[in-house]
């Protein structure tokens, strides 16, 4: 009876490898008998003169040992050699010097050649099924996919697909307004495969450009049917998002139809991203102009660019600096990576005032502090004299060091 429960065992081997999928049947009989050499290997010190012969449809195999007949007494290497006597009653009409295949009844080898052989074929299928993961997910990079969650860490979530596929969602890669529980289905693009040890890590990402991408992709048929490119992302997850689009059909109003009617096709993209605020902007090849769209909502009065260091100086009227700047330095932010300029704003002077640009000031104050205060937007001496305590705060310096500035900008004006 035990023999007889360890063929079964054998036989739901072959039933485990029927139920794999993305393994076809070439693959899975070659798996097989190459799983059942590696123990005759084991066994007998070679598996050159077996035939391995698999039956996945019935579920078992057959296995030949091709042995050389010699003179009864003279066997000296059993695993590779028969005597006449034993060989004859194989194949009555055999004679020395020729070969005889001998059935080899792998069952009856005992537990321990069962359990190796279990052993190795699950070692096997789950090199197989980590193959086929990695191929998978390898092909879906930069693709959204969807997932539920099936646990939640600190530092990362367990999301699975509807073939139970793994994929984890590190924290960096959720968006800081993601709040998930267990069974919440959820869509991420694949960011990437890690794969160590022919052991896949799958990675989503709901923080990745891609994601914004493939999103307006899904919610825009012109995107997706190619009259409408995207031409650059800018983003700063669940904060604010610019997003730069062209259409190749003079008839097709790209914004509009990104945006859609009253915000039909944009609202979707805005929930799914956690009220992610997205600027919608039409791509022009003329980098000033770019820079101006980028810059929206506000309103620049000129612009000077040094295309070689890829260096942008943007005037505005005083009123328009904050809008530029926008909320915590977003809106700027958010330009200087869509277009790939670095943009200094500059506040107009304005005929018959008395200012002063703050590069005047390098030789008294630190270049990096002088930027940190060009970045708000407060490119002149007057700029960062009238602005409020709450702006100044943004720019993230010491008191004492700001306190310097101030005296250093005063002092000027006072000569």
Known sequence: MAKKAETVNMVEQFAEFKELKNIDKTTMISVLEESFRNVLAKMFGTDENFDVIMNPDKGDCEIYQNLRVVPDGEVENPNQEIGLSEAREIDPECETGEDVSKQIFFEKFGRRAILNLRQTLQSKVLDLQNEAKSSKFKELEGEIITGEVHQIWKREALLTDEDQNEMVMPKEEQIPSDSFHKGDMVRAVVKRVDNLNNNPKV?????????????????????????????????????????????????????????????????????????????????????????????????????????????????????????????????????????????????????????????????????????????????????????????????????????????????????
Request: net charge negative; charged share 30%.
């Open 203 to 415: 990675i989503v990402s709901r923080t990745d450009d891609r994601f914004l991408r493939r999103l307006f992709e899904q919610e825009v048929p012109e995107i997706h049917d190619g009259l409408i490119t995207i031409k650059a992302v800018a983003r700063i997850p669940g904060e604010r998002a610019k997003i730069a689009v062209e259409s190749y059909d003079d008839r097709i109003d790209p914004v509009g139809a990104c945006v859609g009617v009253k915000g039909s096709r944009i609202h979707g993209i805005v929930r799914e991203l956690r009220n992610e605020n997205i600027d919608v902007i039409s791509y022009t090849a003329n980098p000033s102009l770019f820079i101006q769209r980028a810059l929206s909502p506000a309103k620049i009065s000129s612009i000077r660019l040094n295309e070689e260091d890829k260096k942008a100086e943007v005037f505005l009227h005083p009123d328009e600096v904050s809008l530029a700047i926008g909320k915590g330095g977003l809106n700027i932010r958010l330009a200087t990576m869509l277009t790939g300029f670095t943009i200094d704003v500059y506040r107009d002077i304005e005929e018959g005032e008395e200012d002063i640009y703050l590069d005047e000031f390098r030789d008294e104050i630190d270049d990096w502090v002088i930027e940190a205060l060009k970045d708000l937007g407060l490119g002149t001496a007057k700029s960062v004299l009238n602005a409020s305590p709450e702006i100044l705060e943004q720019a993230d310096l010491e008191d004492v060091t700001l306190q310097h500035v101030l005296d250093v900008i005063r002092a000027e004006f006072d000569e």
